[in-house]
């Protein structure tokens, strides 16, 4: 069965560059999660989308945008990255009005040096 | 405020033990969900499994069992017979529709299976 695709996968950047990450969600499924994984700490949630708008917003720096494409794919863009920024982001998508699972990605690992 | 808790960051057996993992939930929702996922060292969350609020009934699934009691709103998983194909990080989560359906996640618990 098709999978939550994200991309890329590693990534490195340096201070104040930007960053863009995508998530490809299953195929159907019309909602995407966006989570940031810290060193050693659990998964945060950032923000979402339904139907290609925000439903709802975490703790998603200002330096951060993201938006839901007509394909159902999502795109996290970052400015300014700190090193703080350092982190594992997942992606995950649900189909809304079926169960609440979440179906994660495998994660985009961004190292800011 | 939702909130969850794994009191336990860090557990460590010899393979072949069985091992409790830890979750106590806070929600003031009637209807909820829970769920516990693993992390691998790759990095990956796998879904492990899914409770409903209205649902009590316990699980097993292979080595895996889950106990779910709201009275003491805990949703605790135990690994029999551990393998070291088990260390990983554990986590478990809620979530609420009146919360906007994003997943709460505990700390997490970094199980070590030694050989």
């Known amino acids: 069965a098709a999978g939550v695709i994200q991309s890329p996968r590693h990534l490195i950047k340096e201070k104040r560059e930007t960053a863009t990450l995508k998530c490809y969600p299953i195929?159907?499924?019309?909602?995407v999660y966006w989570y940031q994984q810290g060193p050693g700490q659990d998964p945060q949630f950032l923000i979402s989308?339904?139907?290609?708008?925000?439903?709802d917003k975490g703790s998603i720096p200002d330096r951060f945008s993201a938006q839901q494409f007509s394909d159902y794919h999502s795109e996290l863009n970052m400015s300014s990255l700190e090193l703080g920024d350092s982190a594992l982001y997942f992606c995950?998508?649900?189909?809304?009005?079926?169960?609440?699972?979440?179906?994660f990605g495998p994660g985009t690992r961004l190292t800011v040096t | 405020a939702q909130k969850v808790t794994q009191a336990q960051t860090e557990i460590s057996v010899v393979e072949k033990e069985d091992v409790t993992l830890d979750c106590v939930y806070e929600?003031?929702?009637?209807?909820?969900?829970l769920f516990w996922y693993k992390q691998p060292p790759s990095g990956e969350l796998v879904f492990l499994i899914r409770?409903?609020?209205?649902?009590?009934q316990n699980e097993i699934s292979g080595r895996y069992s889950w106990n779910f009691q709201k009275s003491t709103s805990s949703f605790n998983f135990t690994i029999t017979a551990s393998q070291v194909v088990d260390s990983a990080v554990y986590f478990c989560?809620?979530?609420?529709?009146?919360?906007?359906?994003?997943?709460?996640f505990g700390g997490g618990t970094r199980l070590m299976v030694k050989p």
């Open positions: 995950a998508s649900r189909k809304q009005g079926s169960d609440y699972e979440q179906y």
């Open positions: 195929p159907r499924h019309d909602t």
């Open positions: 989308f339904y139907e290609k708008m925000q439903s």
């Open positions: 929600t003031r929702d009637t209807t909820y969900y």
């Open positions: 409770r409903n609020s209205f649902d009590e």
């Open positions: 989560a809620l979530l609420t529709n009146n919360a906007g359906n994003m997943l709460t």
